[in-house]
């Protein structure tokens, strides 16, 4: 299951006769272990990783700290899942430290993701505090380098 | 004026291996199936630690045999994944890849004349390594249907009064072959009956497969006082071109080795040294996540190999497989060089690693799955063609 979930994260677009060959399974084998890990809830979905640099370079994305005052029934999972709704967050997660939820945003452009804080996410009654970090330039995200390193040169023919 | 070659060196035939890459050199867009190095580059955190030791100026000589700090991360290294226990500062050498511990133990444990045993096909530098050290290089056949383990009847048979080292590869480089416990048992008993010196080159022992461990014959009983256990960080931490390997061995002959090496040598690469500390301290995730890599390779190559009607054992352990070829009617150079000049795909003569790699070719799968997947396309179509 480990290697099935690595070329998963790896390349999930991998044709299936071949990540059946990898992994030594037959094609239905492989389809129901990809279909049990759907059902059970392991593997939430798919996705593209984009570079920004080349598409909709108006986007922006903010990394917000946020601070909030956790209820006494539920703690933070009611606010956090409350922020979490809004179709602006892209992810969202409870951290140790200095702050509490530290949620990453994208909006078209950089006055919509202003709005969303100001309007949005400040207004809500358990946010005590944020503080907004707009994204400048991405090196690494999902494991995939946004500059791509030139391959080494290796021997044709080594013993 | 010629200028005359000692006998003994000019006597020793190119590498077949040499041969094969100066026409591949001439060539473009072959894929190499060729490779003998993992195709990852050394895992960052131990690249990373290597420019922090420059940085700070390590740059000088080490001891003779080695920064004391990475004997003592060597010795507990093999302790952990190997049950072996070696004293760091006297029984550790750290060489310039294993290759050169290799020509180490053979020059300082051979009088002209003696008789070296290793299981063949073998690595190519094993023959050469023995003659240029004034042994007798006398290899052992294994065989494709022994999963090209070396049989402990077959080593009693090749013994003579003259044997004085065995020389063992497991997992092996060409045939992925690998010996369990019990096999290892049964070699070390006739070692220890014929007082035979064994020198394990163990360099692919990280890379296993199927949930199979490795096991050292130095573990055996009565063994470790004999054995020069052989490993390096090259092919599990990928990191060939950092040219560190050790010797672990009994405090005397470590010490002979020492002056062959402080003399030709000094030290091996400090620079190699500090990475080499990184990779075995804290290096395992790193090994475990490229060894998955290699497994998935390993079993896609062998599925497609099979599905072409070219039988291919799954090996259990390094990147090689090892296919038999002869059903297309080949002999393995001549295969080997028209796959390469009609597919432009790259594999190594199994004859290249011995005699009895005849009718075999092998293939590495330190490659990546879109040549390996290219490659294999390729080399059907090749073998539907000579059997047409």
């Not at chain 1, 703690?75 to 409870?94: M, N, Q």
């Not at chain 2, 063949?120 to 042994?135: D, F, K, M, N, Q």
Request: charged share 25%.
């Amino acid at each position: 299951m480990d290697a099935l979930i690595d070329l998963l994260q790896q390349n999930a677009l991998m044709p299936r006769a071949d990540m059946a060959r990898l992994l030594d399974l037959t094609p239905e084998s492989l389809e129901a272990a990809i279909a049990k890990l759907e059902a059970d809830g392991v593997v939430l979905g798919y996705q593209a990783i984009i570079n920004r640099e080349r598409w909709d370079t108006e986007k922006v994305t903010a990394i917000i700290e946020v601070k909030i005052t956790p209820e006494r029934d539920g703690g933070f999972d009611r606010i956090a899942s409350r922020i979490a709704k809004f179709e602006e967050v892209e992810s969202c997660y409870l951290v140790s430290g200095g702050y509490d939820l530290l949620i990453v945003i994208e909006a078209s452009n950089l006055r919509r993701a202003a709005a969303f804080v100001a309007e949005k996410l400040s207004t809500i009654d358990a946010v005590q505090a944020t503080a907004t970090h707009f994204r400048l330039k991405t090196y690494k995200e999902n494991g995939a380098f946004h500059q791509i390193d030139t391959a080494a040169e290796r021997l044709a023919v080594s013993p | 004026m010629s200028i005359a070659i000692a006998d003994h060196v000019r006597d020793i035939p190119r590498s077949g291996i040499r041969d094969f890459f100066e026409i591949v050199q001439t060539m473009d867009d072959v894929i190499s199936l060729g490779i003998g190095e993992p195709d990852f580059a050394t895992p960052w955190h131990i690249r990373e630690a290597a420019i922090y030791a420059l940085e700070r100026g390590r740059t000088g000589y080490s001891s003779n045999l080695g920064l004391p700090r990475l004997r003592r991360s060597i010795a507990d290294y093999v302790r952990k994944h190997f049950g072996l226990r070696y004293e760091p500062l006297s029984e550790v050498l750290v060489s310039v890849g294993v290759s050169e511990a290799i020509d180490l133990a053979l020059r300082a444990l051979l009088n002209p004349g003696d008789e070296v045993l290793y299981h063949e096909p073998c690595y190519v530098s094993y023959a050469p390594s023995i003659t240029l050290a004034r042994g007798v290089a006398c290899p052992i056949e294994t065989k494709a249907e022994e999963g090209f383990r070396l049989n402990a009847e077959a080593l009693e048979r090749a013994i003579t009064p003259r044997s004085r080292v065995l020389m063992l590869n497991f997992p092996t480089n060409p045939t992925g072959a690998t010996m369990s416990r019990e096999d290892l048992e049964k070699v070390a008993e006739v070692c220890v009956r014929h007082n035979l010196v064994v020198m394990s080159d163990e360099i692919y022992s990280e890379i296993t497969f199927d949930g199979s461990s490795h096991s050292s014959i130095a573990a055996c009983p009565g063994m470790q006082e004999r054995t020069v256990f052989l490993h390096g960080v090259s092919k599990a931490f990928a990191m060939t071109g950092w040219r560190i390997g050790f010797a672990c061995a009994p405090v005397e002959l470590i010490e002979a080795m020492m002056k062959i090496h402080q003399y030709a040598i000094l030290c091996a690469p400090i620079m190699g040294q500090d990475a080499a500390i990184e990779a075995l301290d804290r290096g395992e995730q790193s090994v475990e996540k490229m060894r998955r890599e290699y497994e998935m390779r390993r079993n896609f190559i062998v599925g497609a190999l099979n599905d072409m009607g070219i039988p291919c054992r799954k090996p259990l352990g390094s990147f090689y497989v090892f296919p038999d070829i002869s059903s297309t009617g080949l002999a393995s150079r001549e295969f080997s060089l028209r796959l390469l000049s009609e597919e432009k795909v790259a594999v190594v003569p199994g004859t290249a690693f011995g005699p009895s790699g005849e009718g075999h070719v092998r293939c590495s799968f330190a490659t990546g799955l879109p040549q390996i997947k290219i490659a294999m396309e390729r080399l059907a179509a090749f073998v539907g063609r000579m059997r047409a």
